[in-house]
Nanobody, 118 residues
Framework: QVRLVESGGGLVQAGGSLRLSCAAS????????MGWYRQAPGKQRELVAR???????NYADSVKGRFTASRDNAKNTVVLQMNSLKPEDTGVYYC????????????WGQGTQVTVSS
C-alpha cells in the first residue's frame, strides 16, 4: 500500500517562500510519476506541478517561474519549492503518486495547509 506524507506547509507573507516535501513508502518510487495539487476553499483541486520518473517537470501557468518541483529517487521524496508566494496560492497542497505499471490506482497524501497573507 502506497503511503504519502507531506510536510512543510504553514503561514507566510506574500513574497515569501515555503518548501513542501512528500515522503513515499510502499512503492517502487522511481517508477511513480509524481504530482503536486492544491485546493483552495470553495474551488476544485487543481494541478500545480508534475515530476516524471526521469525528473522532467511541467507546471500550471499560474506558478511557472515561481515554483520548482524535484524528486530524489534515492530518498523516495518529492519536493515543491515555492517562491514569490501570492495570496492566491493559499490552499491545501496534496502530493499525488501516479500508478506504476503494477498498480491500478494512484495515491494521495493527507495534504498540508499553505496560507499566504497579503
Amino acid at each position: 500500500q502506497v503511503r504519502l506524507v507531506e510536510s512543510g506547509g504553514g503561514l507566510v507573507q506574500a513574497g515569501g517562500s515555503l518548501r513542501l516535501s512528500c515522503a513515499a513508502s510502499g512503492t517502487i518510487f522511481s517508477l511513480n510519476p509524481m504530482g503536486w495539487y492544491r485546493q483552495a476553499p470553495g474551488k476544485q483541486r487543481e494541478l500545480v506541478a508534475r515530476v516524471y520518473s526521469g525528473g522532467s517537470t511541467n507546471y500550471a501557468d499560474s506558478v511557472k517561474g515561481r515554483f520548482t518541483a524535484s524528486r530524489d529517487n534515492a530518498k523516495n521524496t518529492v519536493v515543491l519549492q515555492m517562491n514569490s508566494l501570492k495570496p492566491e496560492d493559499t490552499g491545501v497542497y496534496y502530493c499525488y503518486a501516479g500508478p506504476t505499471p503494477g498498480q491500478r490506482l494512484g495515491s494521495w497524501g493527507q495534504g498540508t495547509q499553505v496560507t499566504v497573507s497579503s
